[in-house]
């Protein structure tokens, strides 16, 4: 009995309140429709009307948002520009200086792609052996994939002191097919 006594107030006051804003949105749409007639009607009046702003036409509103969309796509080439342009300085940063870093960076990109073979070759072997483990020849695969981009960069920028061609046996990457390289980190060209 109690709960009943709480619960038709309650009952009460939130359809009362359901009421108050329906009241609230129907006097708004009368306002904005009331505001709409009556600037209309202003606008026919002489001195009153070129005090009203006109609405754009459609062709006005397509054109507004054509001249916007092109400012977007410049902004966005502008901001792809100056990404590409830091990728390259990036990229140009970490050429070597000398004839004797550009050797160093390769053996060790070459060690590192002798390394990420004999991992795969043993993840493979233990798989074949265990008939599973699938997944760890996958993880092997990419490290190998990322070591032979790192190998080729590294011969990319030995070559201009006459040192990049001897590489390790086997695929090698482009420098832009992967972005991961084992260790040192390094950037790829976007």
């Known amino acids: 009995a109690c709960s009943a006594v709480v619960a038709v107030p309650l009952a009460l006051a ?6 108050v804003v329906i009241s609230i949105l129907a006097v708004a749409a009368a306002c ?4 709409e ?8 009046v002489p001195v009153v009307g070129a005090l009203i702003p006109k609405e754009p036409s459609d062709r ?19 901001i792809d520009e100056e ?3 830091a ?6 940063a970490q050429r070597p200086t000398s004839p004797e870093e550009a050797r160093a960076r390769l ?16 993840a493979e072997n233990e798989a074949r052996t265990r008939s599973g483990g ?27 002191f006459g040192l990049g061609g001897a590489l390790p046996q086997g695929r090698i990457a482009e420098p832009e097919a992967t972005s991961a390289a084992p260790a040192p980190p390094t950037l790829s060209p976007p």
Not at 14 to 19: P, Q, R, V
Not at 32 to 35: D, I, T
Not at 37 to 44: E, F, I, Q, T, V
Not at 107 to 122: D, S
């Open 87 to 92: 990728a390259e300085a990036a990229l140009e």
């Open 83 to 85: 990404i590409r342009l």
């Open 14 to 19: 939130a359809g009362s309140a359901i009421a």
């Open 37 to 44: 007639s009556a600037k209309g009607a202003a606008r026919k």
């Open 60 to 78: 006005e509103s397509t054109e507004r948002r054509l001249v916007a969309e092109q400012k977007a796509l410049a902004v966005r080439d502008e």
């Open 134 to 160: 699938w997944h760890e020849v996958c993880e092997a695969r990419a490290e190998l994939e990322s070591a032979e981009a790192w190998a080729a960069r590294a011969a990319l920028h030995a070559e201009p």
């Open 107 to 122: 053996a060790e990109a070459k060690a590192a792609v002798n390394a990420a073979r004999a991992v795969l070759e043993a």
């Open 32 to 35: 904005a429709v009331a505001y």
